[in-house]
């Protein structure tokens, strides 16, 4: 099945810090979700992204499709940013039709 | 207002017991998903289904069991064959069985085995 790998996989920043967080998947894919897990466990949606560009706020993202990654840009982090980021992935309709997701990206935004 | 529901928040249960985690969405989606997530670690995919009354197993199926009866309900039932159950468990819901939906997920159930 499909691989998704994230980088780094932990990442400290100061308030007010840019970063990007990366995801590579090992195969075609027809959905690509961004997600932010809070304190509290709950997954919260980022970006439906499996091709182009979108921003919302501070945050953007970037889907190459044809080169198998997909970025996630944070701009003027803030604390309420820390948390665990996921890329999840899912090919196009064959075989297992579920999101497969990487281990994570664990940010710590300190004051 | 339309989301999906997971109960309860916390369950314990004691070592040899099944237990029944509750997904309930009211968002008419066709798919549902069942994850397992360990400390520090990503999801790992236990039981789909895309449609009523039919389940796939992801990778993680061994001491699980799921049905399908209703639309808005897709049960996960933790047998005491599951060697080490103890985590955190998101259940999840798309709008189709195709690819190209996107997925929600419910505030998930730690379970902890006493």
Redesign the interface.
């Known amino acids: 099945g499909i691989q998704v790998e994230q980088s780094p996989p932990d990442l400290i920043l100061q308030e007010g810090a840019n970063s990007t967080l990366r995801c590579n998947f090992s195969d075609s894919?027809?959905?690509l979700?961004w997600?932010h897990q809070n304190p509290?466990?709950?997954?919260i949606?980022l970006f439906?992204i499996?091709s182009g560009t979108k921003q919302n706020g501070r945050l953007s993202a970037t889907t190459v499709a044809t080169e198998r990654y997909s970025l996630l840009y944070i701009s003027s982090s803030q604390t309420t940013d820390s948390g665990v980021y996921?890329c999840?992935a899912?090919?196009?309709?064959t075989g297992?039709?579920?999101?497969?997701?990487?281990?994570?990206t664990r940010l710590q935004v300190q004051p | 207002d339309g989301g999906i529901t997971q109960s309860p928040k916390y369950l314990f249960r004691k070592e040899g017991q099944n237990v029944t985690l509750s997904c309930e969405q009211n968002l008419n989606h066709d798919a549902m998903y069942w994850y397992r997530q360990d400390p520090g670690q990503g999801l790992r995919l236990i039981y789909y289904s895309q449609i009523v009354n039919d389940f796939q197993k992801g990778d993680i199926a061994e001491g699980y069991s799921v049905s399908r009866e209703k639309k808005e309900s897709f049960p996960l039932t933790v047998t005491s064959a599951q060697k080490n159950p103890t985590a955190f468990y998101l259940c999840a819901s798309s709008a189709g069985a195709r690819s190209r939906t996107e997925a929600f997920f419910g505030q998930g159930t730690r379970l902890t085995v006493v």
């Open positions: 894919v027809n959905n979700q997600f509290w466990g709950q997954l949606n439906y499996p996921f999840a899912r090919p196009p309709d297992r039709r579920a999101l497969t997701f990487g281990s994570g």
